[in-house]
């Protein structure tokens, strides 16, 4: 088996229709089980996100991805809106840009994200939004939450000072380890990543120690232990790979 | 035509920001032959003067003393740059906002204390409740985040500032 990811079957499967539509003024066609995040990818065009990741169903809980779609108001999410027919997307407007730079400062706000001594600095995805969208400070005020780390793992540590609730923990241990450790307990603002049923990750009767969740994570919030500031450097490009071997061996 | 007076302070920060300034090395007689320094802990001025074109601010604002000197520096300045993390976010003075001002200092003065356990209560000004950016307590004109902004932005963005254009930040983040 040498086929990589990105080599996708050619001939797409039979059912598949093909929509057209125009992305930022540019005729594009794409699949119509495609998201616009998907298709705009595949044009070139790069949207910004955080909670996206290859190989992992999308959720639409960070909203960086919206898009303007011409007749109407509202703006959608584009990584779990599909395209459509005649579309006119927009992925990038003074508004658009408006909104990303709020979302980014919103989550700097709601959590406590010391860059200078986090061990994901220099390799945080948080990090890289805010540079890429021009965020060089908040105009909102920080909230500086009490939260806790649980370092009870023997391997990982679970900082709340650095999450950014995208979920991707979430769904690679339900997805593809199956272990479906992690879950969100609470809503909005309180709303927390929790191992089994909240109780400290060195308990979980269900977590396998894979290390998925901390590979995945796009900031300092799951790390391993032993790392000091700057030293966790995260790898998540093995996620296609095994999704692809999986569907492979289920056909 | 007279020279860009201009004035550098150090509020609660670990003075890196400064040392990043100076990393600039040469370079600096390019900044010194189109300013004049009319204050800063690099050199022996004692008051902050008055009519100051540009201000450099180091550091969070933590203590009533960092409060009253940022008011006391925008009233007199005319573009007020936060430079550096502290003076953008808190950054680390900031880490203690979790925690109550009596819970630290408890922690600093008696918990860690091998003699003399005691708060002082002269010459040091007292903290305020949080560590607080800069922007949050008055308007700040130019924003260079980074723990330091390397020496390299800050260069860029004084000879910008000097030339009348935006700077560039696209080298500095928040952290670096």
Redesign the interface.
């Given at each position: 088996m040498s086929s990589r990811p990105s080599a996708k079957p050619a001939a797409p499967a039979p059912s598949s229709k093909v929509k057209t539509l125009t992305i930022d003024d540019r005729l594009v066609s794409a699949r119509e089980d495609e998201s616009i995040l998907d298709a705009a990818r595949d044009n070139g065009i790069q949207i910004p996100t955080l909670c996206n990741l290859d190989g992992l169903t999308p959720v639409g809980a960070c909203r960086l991805c919206m898009v303007e779609v011409k007749g109407s108001s509202r703006l959608f999410a584009s990584c779990v809106t599909m395209v459509g027919e005649g579309m006119e997307v927009v992925t990038d407007s003074e508004r658009l840009q408006k909104y990303r730079k709020t979302i980014v400062e919103l989550l700097?706000s709601e959590r406590?994200?010391?860059?200078?001594?986090?061990v994901s600095?220099?390799h945080?995805e948080l990090?890289?939004l805010?540079?890429l969208l021009?965020v060089?400070?908040?105009t909102v005020?920080?909230l500086?939450?009490?939260?806790p780390v649980d370092a009870s793992h023997e391997r990982f540590v679970n900082d709340h000072n650095r999450c950014v609730l995208c979920q991707r923990c979430v769904r690679v241990c339900g997805e593809v380890e199956g272990a479906h450790t992690w879950d969100i307990n609470g809503r909005g603002i309180g709303a927390r990543v929790i191992t089994d049923l909240n109780q400290p990750w060195g308990s979980s009767e269900t977590c396998t120690g894979c290390g998925k969740c901390v590979q995945v994570c796009p900031t300092g919030a799951l790390t391993e232990k032993g790392k000091s500031v700057r030293e966790m450097s995260k790898r998540t490009r093995f996620l296609p790979y095994l999704t692809m071997m999986r569907e492979d061996r289920s056909e | 035509m007279s020279k860009v007076r201009l004035a550098t302070v150090w509020l609660d920060g670990c003075s890196g920001c400064h040392m990043s300034f100076l990393d600039m090395d040469e370079r600096i007689l390019e900044i010194a032959a189109r300013v004049e320094v009319v204050y800063s802990p690099l050199v022996d001025l004692k008051e902050f003067p008055a009519d100051v074109d540009v201000t450099i601010v180091e550091g969070g604002v933590s203590s009533e003393e960092d409060l009253h000197k940022i008011r006391m520096v925008r009233s007199r300045t005319k573009l007020l740059i936060a430079l550096g993390d502290c003076a953008v976010t808190s950054n680390v003075p900031g880490m203690r906002n979790t925690f109550k001002v009596d819970d630290v200092l408890k922690r600093a003065y008696f918990e860690n204390a091998d003699l003399n356990p005691q708060v002082p209560s002269e010459v040091i000004p007292r903290l305020l409740p949080r560590t607080r950016p800069v922007h949050e307590i008055v308007p700040v004109d130019v924003f260079l985040p980074g723990c330091p902004p390397p020496a390299d932005v800050i260069f860029g963005a004084l000879v910008s500032l000097l030339d009348g254009t935006t700077p560039d930040l696209s080298a500095t983040r928040f952290g670096r």
């Amino acid at each position: 088996m040498s086929s990589r990811p990105s080599a996708k079957p050619a001939a797409p499967a039979p059912s598949s229709k093909v929509k057209t539509l125009t992305i930022d003024d540019r005729l594009v066609s794409a699949r119509e089980d495609e998201s616009i995040l998907d298709a705009a990818r595949d044009n070139g065009i790069q949207i910004p996100t955080l909670c996206n990741l290859d190989g992992l169903t999308p959720v639409g809980a960070c909203r960086l991805c919206m898009v303007e779609v011409k007749g109407s108001s509202r703006l959608f999410a584009s990584c779990v809106t599909m395209v459509g027919e005649g579309m006119e997307v927009v992925t990038d407007s003074e508004r658009l840009q408006k909104y990303r730079k709020t979302i980014v400062e919103l989550l700097f706000s709601e959590r406590n994200h010391v860059c200078a001594v986090c061990v994901s600095n220099g390799h945080c995805e948080l990090q890289n939004l805010a540079q890429l969208l021009g965020v060089t400070h908040l105009t909102v005020p920080y909230l500086n939450p009490k939260l806790p780390v649980d370092a009870s793992h023997e391997r990982f540590v679970n900082d709340h000072n650095r999450c950014v609730l995208c979920q991707r923990c979430v769904r690679v241990c339900g997805e593809v380890e199956g272990a479906h450790t992690w879950d969100i307990n609470g809503r909005g603002i309180g709303a927390r990543v929790i191992t089994d049923l909240n109780q400290p990750w060195g308990s979980s009767e269900t977590c396998t120690g894979c290390g998925k969740c901390v590979q995945v994570c796009p900031t300092g919030a799951l790390t391993e232990k032993g790392k000091s500031v700057r030293e966790m450097s995260k790898r998540t490009r093995f996620l296609p790979y095994l999704t692809m071997m999986r569907e492979d061996r289920s056909e | 035509m007279s020279k860009v007076r201009l004035a550098t302070v150090w509020l609660d920060g670990c003075s890196g920001c400064h040392m990043s300034f100076l990393d600039m090395d040469e370079r600096i007689l390019e900044i010194a032959a189109r300013v004049e320094v009319v204050y800063s802990p690099l050199v022996d001025l004692k008051e902050f003067p008055a009519d100051v074109d540009v201000t450099i601010v180091e550091g969070g604002v933590s203590s009533e003393e960092d409060l009253h000197k940022i008011r006391m520096v925008r009233s007199r300045t005319k573009l007020l740059i936060a430079l550096g993390d502290c003076a953008v976010t808190s950054n680390v003075p900031g880490m203690r906002n979790t925690f109550k001002v009596d819970d630290v200092l408890k922690r600093a003065y008696f918990e860690n204390a091998d003699l003399n356990p005691q708060v002082p209560s002269e010459v040091i000004p007292r903290l305020l409740p949080r560590t607080r950016p800069v922007h949050e307590i008055v308007p700040v004109d130019v924003f260079l985040p980074g723990c330091p902004p390397p020496a390299d932005v800050i260069f860029g963005a004084l000879v910008s500032l000097l030339d009348g254009t935006t700077p560039d930040l696209s080298a500095t983040r928040f952290g670096r």
